[in-house]
C-alpha cells in the first residue's frame, strides 16, 4: 500500500512539472501570456538546481581528474550549439555561449578564470580582447598618414560570436565514492572554445579556449537556461541538467598525471586514430576500477 502511495506521489509530481514545462502556451490568451507563470505556478514550483550533496575526502578511495573535449559539429551536442541565429527566435532560447556571454556582461557570473587550474581571475575587460579584433584598412592607413580623421568605413571589427564557438572544453573529477559504492562523477569547469580572433577568417586557425568558468559558480545561471528537446519541446532540459547528466558526446584529452598532467597529444603526436584510442583507453581505466570493486 506504501508502495502504491509513493508510485502515486511521484506520477502527480511529474505530472504537475509537465505542465509547468509548457510554459503555459495552451492557456494564454495572448502571446504576451506565454512563458509567463501565474503566481499558483509559482509558488508551487520548487524549480532549482539539484545540489550537490557534502563528499569527505575520507570516503573518496580512488579519483582521477579529466579534461574533455565537446564536438559541436557532432550531431549529440548540437543542444550546446543552436540557436546561433537568434533575430526570429524567442528570448528564452539561446546558445549555452550566449548564455554564458550574457551573465558574464551583467555581473550573475563573477568568476572566470584564466585557465582550467583556476588560479588567475579574469574580468570582461580581460577577455574582450580575445573576443573583438579591430583592424584597419589600407585606404584608413592612408587616409591617417594624410593628416586626415580616419572614418569609420575603414575599421573592420569582428567579434566572437555564438555561430565561432568549436568546442567546449570541460574538466572533472571522476571519483569512486566508498559510502554510495559508486563512482561518480562532478563537473568543475568549462570553457568555451573558438578560432583565434586575429586569424578567425584564415584557412585552419588555431582553437583557443576564451576564458573558463568555475561550473559550481554558474549552476543557478545554467538552471535557469533552457537547451532544446528534440523529443518533447515543451519540456526543455535546463544546461545545468544537460552538463551533469553527461548528455552530451565527449572524449578526453588530458588526464591528471605525473608528467605536468600532459596532453594525450603530446605523446601520442600526428595520429588521430591512435589518440582517440588512447582517450579510450583511459576512459575504461576509470570505469573498470568500479567493476574491479565488485570482482572476487
Same mark, same amino acid.
Given at each position: 500500500?506504501?508502495?502504491?502511495?509513493?508510485?502515486?506521489? %511521484?506520477?502527480?509530481?511529474?505530472?504537475?512539472?509537465?505542465?509547468?514545462?509548457?510554459?503555459?502556451?495552451?492557456?494564454?490568451? $495572448?502571446?504576451?501570456?506565454?512563458?509567463?507563470?501565474?503566481?499558483?505556478?509559482?509558488? !508551487?514550483?520548487?524549480?532549482?538546481?539539484?545540489?550537490?550533496?557534502?563528499?569527505?575526502?575520507?570516503?573518496?578511495?580512488?579519483?582521477?581528474?579529466?579534461?574533455?573535449?565537446? @564536438?559541436?559539429?557532432?550531431?549529440?551536442?548540437?543542444?550546446? /550549439?543552436?540557436?546561433?541565429?537568434?533575430?526570429?527566435?524567442?528570448?528564452?532560447?539561446? +546558445?549555452?555561449?550566449? %548564455?554564458?556571454?550574457? =551573465?558574464?556582461?551583467?555581473?550573475?557570473?563573477?568568476?572566470?578564470?584564466?585557465? +582550467?587550474?583556476?588560479?588567475?581571475?579574469?574580468?570582461?575587460?580581460?577577455?574582450?580582447?580575445?573576443?573583438?579584433? !579591430?583592424?584597419?584598412?589600407?585606404?584608413?592607413?592612408?587616409?591617417?598618414?594624410?593628416?586626415?580623421?580616419?572614418?569609420?568605413?575603414?575599421? =573592420?571589427?569582428?567579434?566572437?560570436?555564438?555561430?565561432?564557438?568549436?568546442?567546449?572544453?570541460?574538466?572533472?573529477? &571522476?571519483?569512486?565514492?566508498?559510502?554510495?559504492?559508486?563512482?561518480?562523477?562532478?563537473?568543475?569547469?568549462?570553457?568555451?572554445?573558438?578560432?583565434?580572433?586575429?586569424?578567425?577568417? $584564415?584557412?585552419?586557425?588555431?582553437?583557443?579556449?576564451?576564458? &573558463?568558468? &568555475?561550473?559550481?559558480?554558474?549552476?543557478?545561471?545554467?538552471?535557469?537556461?533552457? @537547451? *532544446?528537446?528534440?523529443?518533447?519541446?515543451?519540456?526543455?532540459? @535546463? *544546461?545545468?541538467?544537460?552538463?551533469?547528466?553527461?548528455?552530451?558526446?565527449? /572524449?578526453? *584529452?588530458?588526464?591528471?598525471? !605525473?608528467?605536468?598532467?600532459?596532453?594525450?597529444?603530446?605523446?601520442?603526436?600526428?595520429?588521430?586514430?591512435?589518440?582517440?584510442?588512447?582517450?579510450?583507453?583511459?576512459?575504461?581505466?576509470?570505469?573498470?576500477?568500479?567493476?574491479?570493486? &565488485?570482482?572476487?
Amino acid at each position: 500500500m506504501k508502495l502504491r502511495s509513493f508510485l502515486l506521489t %511521484v506520477a502527480t509530481a511529474f505530472t504537475a512539472t509537465t505542465l509547468f514545462a509548457q510554459a503555459n502556451i495552451l492557456n494564454a490568451k $495572448t502571446p504576451d501570456e506565454i512563458g509567463v507563470r501565474t503566481a499558483s505556478q509559482k509558488a !508551487v514550483d520548487n524549480d532549482k538546481p539539484l545540489e550537490y550533496g557534502y563528499v569527505d575526502d575520507r570516503d573518496i578511495l580512488f579519483s582521477k581528474m579529466v579534461w574533455e573535449k565537446i @564536438s559541436l559539429d557532432e550531431r549529440a551536442n548540437f543542444p550546446l /550549439y543552436y540557436p546561433i541565429d537568434t533575430n526570429n527566435i524567442g528570448k528564452d532560447r539561446r +546558445s549555452l555561449y550566449d %548564455v554564458l556571454m550574457k =551573465n558574464i556582461k551583467n555581473g550573475t557570473i563573477e568568476n572566470i578564470y584564466d585557465d +582550467s587550474y583556476f588560479t588567475t581571475k579574469r574580468t570582461l575587460k580581460d577577455i574582450e580582447a580575445a573576443l573583438t579584433m !579591430v583592424d584597419t584598412t589600407e585606404l584608413g592607413i592612408e587616409q591617417i598618414n594624410a593628416g586626415e580623421e580616419l572614418s569609420a568605413e575603414y575599421i =573592420n571589427r569582428r567579434t566572437i560570436t555564438a555561430a565561432d564557438i568549436k568546442e567546449y572544453h570541460i574538466k572533472g573529477l &571522476w571519483y569512486f565514492d566508498k559510502r554510495q559504492a559508486e563512482m561518480k562523477y562532478r563537473l568543475l569547469g568549462i570553457a568555451p572554445v573558438a578560432p583565434d580572433v586575429n586569424f578567425i577568417d $584564415t584557412d585552419s586557425p588555431d582553437l583557443v579556449p576564451l576564458f &573558463w568558468v &568555475w561550473f559550481p559558480d554558474a549552476r543557478e545561471v545554467l538552471h535557469e537556461a533552457k @537547451s *532544446f528537446n528534440n523529443s518533447n519541446s515543451s519540456m526543455p532540459f @535546463s *544546461f545545468d541538467h544537460l552538463l551533469n547528466a553527461r548528455r552530451f558526446q565527449g /572524449y578526453i *584529452f588530458r588526464e591528471e598525471n !605525473v608528467q605536468n598532467d600532459r596532453a594525450v597529444t603530446e605523446y601520442v603526436s600526428q595520429n588521430a586514430l591512435m589518440q582517440l584510442l588512447e582517450s579510450e583507453r583511459i576512459k575504461n581505466k576509470i570505469r573498470d576500477f568500479e567493476l574491479d570493486m &565488485w570482482t572476487y
